[in-house]
């Protein structure tokens, strides 16, 4: 996993879904979290026991955290604003989400396609 520094979260980008976005595109794979998280971390378990290594945004350990993470909860529509999974770019949501995908083997081949996995 790639844990990624508070100022590479880009305090001049203005709009925070322009920062949530452009951000999500900068790995194949990104996920939002909270250190604290228990969903968040199972699913970073499930990542790297898949041999994916996603950039991890830790919310809670940035100065623009809050921000991005009200932008998330906007963006999901939600009160719970992480985990929030990218792969590729798109927003593929949250655990549930990411689960769904797995059991239904739609997941790898996003990997795949999005260069996280080669196999």
């Known amino acids: 996993m790639h844990y990624q520094g508070g100022y590479s979260m880009g305090r001049s980008l203005g709009d ?3 920062r949530v976005a452009k951000l999500a595109s900068e790995s194949a794979v990104v996920i939002f979290s909270i250190s604290s998280c ?3 971390h199972a699913v970073k ?3 790297c026991g898949m041999g994916v290594s996603p950039t991890v945004y830790e919310l809670d350990q940035h100065p623009v955290g ?7 909860m906007r963006l999901m529509g939600s009160s719970q604003a992480v985990p929030v999974v990218f792969i590729g770019g798109k927003l593929i ?3 549930d989400r990411v ?6 083997g739609t997941l790898v081949p996003l ?7 080669w196999l």
């Open 16 to 18: 925070p879904l322009e």
């Open 38 to 40: 228990c969903m968040c």
């Open 45 to 47: 378990r499930l990542f």
């Open 66 to 72: 809050k921000e991005i993470e009200r932008a998330l």
């Open 93 to 95: 949501g949250s655990m």
């Open 99 to 104: 689960m769904g995908s797995h059991i239904n």
């Open 111 to 117: 990997l795949k396609e999005a260069g996280a996995l």
